[in-house]
C-alpha cells in the first residue's frame, strides 16, 4: 500500500511537471491576442450580411485579419516573415502604415482614405463592448465610426484578397464591391511593376509578420513589423545607338558592346557619380546605373566602343524620384571620308579609256561569305586630274575592299590587266582584285590606284589559197586571211570577224560583177591563251585585174546579250604589205620547134688506101717538098670537105709528133 501511495504520488508530481513546463512552452512559442475594446458592426452596400470588426493586437501592434470569415484566435504560433510585397505595400496605404494620409494619392496616384465609409452601411441596434447603443436608426453607427476604423475595415478585405491568392474568401462581399476593390488592387500592382519606385523600393524594405491561430478554423493576422524610410532616389538607363546604321549593321568591325559612360555631378564632368559599361543587345548597347540621389547630372561617353568616334556630347538629365530615365546617346562610326580614286593607264598613245567599270566589294572579315555592299565605278576624262579616273566618293565603313575591273574600255581586253596601290609597287594584282584592307586608323588621303590594260589588236597575212602566197595569177581565184586576234577576253557574248577586200590605192571596197562588195565573216570565240586563231575567206573572178592590188580590211565586233553590235578594234592600213594581194598577167603560150634529120650526102665515101708497111732495115725514102697555090673558095651549106682535110693534117702532125717523142725516149 505505501509502495502504490509512492508511485501515485511520483505520477501526480510528474504531471505537475509536465503541465509546468508545457506553460513554459506556450509562453516562449505563442502570442496572446488581445481585443482593442471595439467591436463594431458594418456591412457593405448591397449586401445582407453583417459583419463584425474586431480591432486585435499582438504583443501590443495592430493586426490585419487576413481571413474574414474565419473565428479570430485567442492565441498564435510565432511570427512568420512575409516577403509579398504587393501586401506589404497595400499595408503601408492602409492605416498604421506610413502613407496613409489624404496626400497620399498625390505621391502614388491611390489612396485607401475614406474608403470605408464611402462602400459601408451601418447596422441598426448594433452596440459596442462600451456598452454604447446607437438605436434603431440606419447609418448611425458609421456616421459615429472614424474613417480610421472604417479605413481599416475596407484594407484588411483588400488584405485578405491579396493575401488568398487574389480571391475573396467572404460571401459578404457583394460583386459590385469585388469589382472596386479588385481595381483598387491592380492599381497598387501597376505601380509596383517600377522596381525603382518608391512605393517599390519601400516596400520592399517593410517587414511582414503574419501569426497562425492554433487550427484551420482560425484566421492567419498580419502586421507591418517595421516600415524603414527609403530615401527618394532615382536611375539613370543609358541606350546607345549607331549614328549611322547603313554603315554598321552586320559589319563586325562594328560593336556598340563595351562602350563606357560616365554620370557627373558637375557639368564640367570632373565629378564623377558613377561609371557605367554598356552591354550590347541587338541593335543596341545600354546599361542601368545604381540609385542615385535625386538632383541634376551629366553624362557623358569616357571610352568609345568597337569602330565608332568618341563621342564629346555631354547630356543634362535630372533624376525621377523611384524611377528610371531613358538617356539615349549616340556614336558616330569610323569611316575614310577621302574615298577611292582608279586611274585608268594604257602604253597605247591617246587611246580613250572612258567606260571602264570597276566593282568594288566590301567583306567585314577575310572569311566572308558574300559582300556586305558593292559599289560600281566607271572611268571618265577629268580635266583637273588630266587622265580618265573612276572615283568613289563617300564614306566608307571599315572593312576589306576587294577592287576588280569588270569591263574594260572598248578596244581593250580584261586578260592581263594590272591593279596597282600608288604608294605600294609591290601591291601588283594581275588579272584579279586589288585587296585594300580599312581598318580603325582610317585613310589619311583618298586611296589612289592605278590599273593598266592591254589592246585588243589583230595581225593578218592574206595569201592565196593555191600557193599561200601574196601573188596572185588573173584569174578564177581564193583569198584566205589569216587573222590572229590577241588578248581576246570574255567581255561580250560573242565576237563576230567581219572581212571585205579593198582597193589600196583608192580604199574603195571591191565589188563583183553584180555590185556586190566581196565580204566574209566568221564568229569568234576567245581562246584559252593571250591569242585567238579565225580565218575568212573571199573567191573572186580577178581576170580584169592584172597589174593592181587587192587589199583585205579586218573588223572585230562584240555582241552583247541584246544583240547590239560594238566595234572593237580594225585592220586597214592601206600600206601593210601582209595584207596585199599582188595580180599579175598569166605567161604567154609558146610553140616548140619541130625536129630535123640531116640530109643524105650524095658522094661516095671514099675509103683510105692502107699505109705502106717497112722494115727497120729500111730507110725512108726523102721526098722534097713541094707548094701548091689552091684556088680559094667560099664555103658552102653541107660542104663538109674542108673540115674533114682539117681534121686529117692536125691527125697526121700529131701522130708525127707521137713517133719522134718516142725515139728519142728510146735512144
Not at 584 to 594: F, K, Y
Request: charged share 25%; aromatic share 8%.
Amino acid at each position: 500500500m505505501k509502495k502504490f501511495i509512492k508511485r501515485a504520488g511520483l505520477c501526480i508530481a510528474g504531471l505537475l511537471a509536465g503541465l509546468f513546463l508545457s506553460g513554459i512552452c506556450l509562453t516562449v512559442y505563442a502570442a496572446t491576442v488581445e481585443g482593442l475594446g471595439q467591436n463594431n458592426g458594418y456591412r457593405f452596400k448591397g449586401a445582407d450580411d453583417v459583419h463584425n470588426i474586431n480591432l486585435y493586437t499582438v504583443d501590443g501592434e495592430m493586426c490585419y485579419c487576413l481571413h474574414p470569415d474565419r473565428y479570430t484566435p485567442t492565441w498564435v504560433d510565432d511570427p512568420v516573415a512575409d516577403d509579398n510585397v504587393l501586401l506589404k505595400a497595400i499595408l503601408l496605404l492602409g492605416p498604421g502604415g506610413k502613407y496613409y494620409n489624404s496626400s497620399a494619392s498625390s505621391k502614388f496616384g491611390i489612396s485607401f482614405y475614406g474608403h470605408g465609409r464611402d462602400y459601408a452601411d451601418g447596422v441598426s441596434g448594433w452596440s459596442n463592448d462600451l456598452g454604447i447603443q446607437f438605436g434603431d436608426w440606419e447609418n448611425v453607427w458609421i456616421d459615429a465610426a472614424s474613417d480610421y476604423v472604417l479605413d481599416v475595415m475596407w484594407v484588411h478585405y483588400l488584405a485578405s484578397y491579396v493575401y488568398n491568392n487574389h480571391t475573396f474568401t467572404s460571401d459578404q462581399v457583394p460583386s459590385s464591391i469585388r469589382k472596386v476593390m479588385k481595381a483598387e488592387v491592380d492599381k497598387v500592382e501597376s505601380i509596383l511593376q517600377d522596381e525603382n519606385s518608391t512605393l517599390y523600393l519601400n516596400a520592399a524594405a517593410a517587414v511582414l509578420y503574419t501569426y497562425a491561430g492554433s487550427n484551420s478554423d482560425y484566421q492567419t493576422l498580419g502586421r507591418l513589423a517595421s516600415q524603414p524610410d527609403v530615401k527618394e532616389q532615382g536611375r539613370f538607363k543609358i541606350i546607345k545607338n549607331s549614328a549611322q546604321a547603313d554603315i554598321t549593321e552586320g559589319n563586325s568591325n562594328y560593336s556598340l558592346d563595351g562602350a563606357v559612360y560616365g554620370i557627373y555631378k558637375d557639368k564640367k564632368c570632373t565629378e564623377l557619380a558613377e561609371k557605367l559599361t554598356l552591354k550590347a543587345s541587338g541593335k543596341t548597347a545600354a546599361a542601368t546605373s545604381g540609385l542615385l540621389d535625386k538632383g541634376t547630372y551629366y553624362v557623358k561617353e569616357i571610352s568609345a566602343p568597337k569602330g565608332y568616334k568618341l563621342s564629346t556630347d555631354v547630356i543634362k538629365v535630372d533624376t525621377k524620384t523611384n524611377q528610371t530615365v531613358e538617356v539615349t546617346a549616340e556614336d558616330g562610326p569610323q569611316t575614310s571620308d577621302h574615298g577611292i580614286v582608279i586611274e585608268k593607264r594604257t602604253a597605247v598613245k591617246d587611246a580613250d579609256l572612258s567606260g571602264a567599270v570597276f566593282r568594288i566589294d566590301l567583306y567585314d572579315t577575310d572569311d566572308a561569305a558574300k559582300p556586305l555592299k558593292t559599289w560600281n565605278v566607271q572611268t571618265a576624262y577629268d580635266e583637273s586630274y588630266g587622265g580618265y579616273i573612276a572615283i568613289l566618293d563617300e564614306p566608307l565603313p571599315l572593312g576589306i575592299y576587294h577592287i576588280g575591273e569588270v569591263q574594260a574600255p572598248v578596244g581593250f581586253s580584261l586578260k592581263g590587266r594590272t591593279i596597282e596601290a600608288e604608294e605600294e609597287p609591290d601591291s601588283v594584282v594581275t588579272e584579279g582584285e586589288f585587296i585594300l584592307r580599312l581598318s580603325e586608323d582610317g585613310f589619311d588621303h583618298s586611296a589612289k590606284l592605278i590599273a593598266y590594260d592591254r589592246q585588243i589588236s589583230l595581225l593578218t597575212e592574206a595569201l592565196t589559197k593555191d600557193d599561200n602566197s601574196h601573188i596572185l595569177t588573173a584569174g578564177e581565184a581564193v583569198i584566205v586571211d589569216h587573222v590572229t586576234i590577241y588578248n581576246l577576253d570574255s567581255s561580250y557574248q560573242a565576237y563576230i570577224l567581219k572581212g571585205s577586200l579593198l582597193d589600196p590605192e583608192t580604199g574603195d571596197a571591191l565589188t563583183d560583177g553584180d555590185g556586190k562588195a566581196l565580204e566574209d565573216s566568221c564568229e569568234v570565240m576567245p581562246g584559252e591563251g593571250d591569242e585567238t586563231y579565225a580565218e575568212t575567206v573571199f573567191e573572186l573572178d580577178a581576170s580584169e585585174m592584172a597589174g593592181r592590188s587587192i587589199l583585205v580590211k579586218e573588223e572585230l565586233y562584240g555582241i552583247n546579250e541584246t544583240g547590239e553590235e560594238t566595234l572593237i578594234c580594225m585592220h586597214n592600213d592601206l600600206a601593210n604589205e601582209s595584207q596585199k594581194i599582188m595580180i599579175i598577167e598569166p605567161e604567154p603560150e609558146t610553140t616548140p620547134e619541130p625536129e630535123t634529120t640531116p640530109e643524105p650526102t650524095t658522094e661516095p665515101e671514099e675509103t683510105p688506101e692502107p699505109e705502106p708497111t717497112t722494115t727497120p732495115e729500111e730507110t725512108p725514102e726523102i721526098v722534097p717538098e713541094t707548094t701548091e697555090i689552091l684556088e680559094e673558095k667560099p664555103p658552102q651549106t653541107g660542104d663538109e670537105s674542108i673540115i674533114y682535110c682539117g681534121l686529117a693534117g692536125i691527125s697526121g702532125m700529131a701522130l708525127l709528133l707521137l713517133i719522134l717523142l718516142t725515139k728519142k725516149r728510146a735512144k
